[in-house]
């Protein structure tokens, strides 16, 4: 029986775990290694700054869900791998093996890019994580009660810019509501491509300078042939030239829903000796968004994420954000079920 280690439980992790496990049956043991207990259903953390949402109605236990599907679950901090040796170094279970290994681990926030950034020292606030966007929703409160100047910005390392225009127009929209927007001078500052996760930045054999994984187009290290990635973590070439406020490549959640169905696909392949192997470029990969615009809404559809492209579309809806809210319900009870093999 082959085993394979996924690092990662949000939308890569979990659609590569559960394809995996879907198309090699009892041929595979598959074990999710995650620091988190939790499935977060990260395009919803913009509400929580304002009260919209609590973490738990965006949140729920991964477990669960994983062993219905025939995946085990270890909540546990990989610290390294050795891919060498076919090992991941662990915090707490110590050295576990691997047949194949699947990086689906996001990505990591480095506080110490700028002086003063982290937020543990009260000096600013981030949403990026479910405890600090609690925390993000503390701060609203006191914007309201003395009104005065905001920055909102993303620094060296990010590259997912819708969510940040959609905290600034969110931002706008709960000011107006709340009577104080006239008081609160709001400035707007534009960033540059992060870092990937601890783990893998440990791992120089299997990453760029940037701590990405670098795979081939069917999400295969172009190195270890065992090893893959999915989501974040993937090296992604801009396709852009750079320019002075450079920015890298978005990788929301249906692209890493496809890279883990890829992932999924070779890795069963692979193991079947069928001698086929699937890729599909990341730039080739369709774009499907709605960015939330404040209670109103933006649907973006693009046959693929990169130009040329043969079709390209935005849709504002001025009315209400009801698309945003239907694909909340519906990533987050689909996800829930681990139905992986739905779009």
């Not at 009892?26 to 919803?44: A, G, Q």
């Not at 003063?116 to 479910?130: A, E, F, R």
């Not at 930045?201 to 670098?214: M, T």
């Given at each position: 029986?082959?085993?394979?280690l996924?690092l990662?439980?949000n ?5 590569a ?5 879907r198309k090699?049956?009892n ?17 919803s ?5 304002f009260?919209?949402?609590k ?7 991964v477990e669960?869900?994983?062993n219905?599907k025939?995946?085990k679950?270890?909540q ?7 891919p060498?040796q076919?090992?991941?170094i ?8 691997y047949?194949?290994?699947?990086v689906?681990?996001?990505a990591?926030l480095?506080?110490d890019?700028?002086?003063?950034l982290n937020?543990?020292?009260n000096m ?9 966007a ?6 609203f409160?006191?914007?309201?009660k003395?009104p005065g100047?905001?920055?909102?910005a993303?620094?060296?390392g990010a590259s ?7 905290y ?5 929209k709960?000011?107006?509501k ?13 960033p540059e491509p992060?870092?990937g996760?601890?783990?893998?930045k440990?791992?120089?054999d299997?990453?760029d300078?940037?701590?990405?994984v670098?795979?081939?187009d069917?999400?295969?290290h172009i190195k270890?042939?065992?090893v893959y ?6 090296e ?7 320019c002075?406020a450079p920015f890298?490549?978005?990788k929301t959640?249906?692209p890493?829903d496809?890279m883990?169905?890829?992932v999924?696909e070779?890795?069963?392949n692979?193991?079947k000796?069928?001698g086929?192997f699937?890729t599909m470029p ?9 960015m939330d615009?404040g209670?109103?809404?933006v649907?973006i ?6 130009k ?5 579309l ?5 009315f209400?954000?009801?698309?945003k ?9 689909k996800?829930?079920k ?6």
């Amino acid at each position: 029986m082959k085993r394979i280690l996924v690092l990662g439980s949000n939308f890569a992790g979990v659609t590569a775990a559960i394809s995996t496990k879907r198309k090699l049956g009892n041929d595979v043991e598959v074990i999710v290694i995650s620091p988190t207990s939790h499935f977060l259903y990260v395009p919803s953390l913009i509400w929580v700054p304002f009260g919209l949402r609590k973490v738990k109605d965006i949140t729920f236990p991964v477990e669960p869900m994983l062993n219905k599907k025939g995946v085990k679950f270890i909540q546990d901090k990989g610290i390294k791998v050795m891919p060498d040796q076919k090992k991941v170094i662990t915090e707490k279970n110590g050295e576990l093996s691997y047949d194949y290994l699947i990086v689906a681990t996001g990505a990591s926030l480095n506080f110490d890019i700028l002086p003063n950034l982290n937020p543990k020292d009260n000096m600013v606030q981030c949403i990026v994580t479910p405890d600090l966007a609690e925390k993000s929703a503390i701060a609203f409160e006191e914007i309201v009660k003395n009104p005065g100047p905001v920055v909102v910005a993303a620094t060296q390392g990010a590259s997912c810019m819708g969510a940040a225009y959609e905290y600034l127009f969110n931002l706008d929209k709960y000011l107006r509501k709340r009577g104080v927007r006239k008081q609160v001078d709001i400035t707007w500052v534009t960033p540059e491509p992060f870092l990937g996760a601890e783990v893998m930045k440990n791992s120089p054999d299997l990453v760029d300078e940037k701590g990405f994984v670098v795979t081939n187009d069917g999400y295969q290290h172009i190195k270890y042939k065992n090893v893959y990635a999915a989501g974040l973590a993937v090296e992604v070439i801009t396709p852009f030239k750079k320019c002075a406020a450079p920015f890298g490549v978005p990788k929301t959640g249906f692209p890493s829903d496809v890279m883990g169905k890829i992932v999924a696909e070779n890795i069963r392949n692979d193991i079947k000796g069928t001698g086929k192997f699937k890729t599909m470029p990341f730039g080739k990969i369709p774009g499907i968004c709605i960015m939330d615009a404040g209670k109103k809404e933006v649907w973006i559809l693009i046959n693929h994420l990169f130009k040329p492209r043969q079709f390209e579309l935005m849709i504002p809806n001025v009315f209400y954000n009801f698309g945003k809210l239907i694909l909340e319900k519906y990533m987050l009870w689909k996800n829930k079920k681990g139905l992986v093999q739905l779009p």
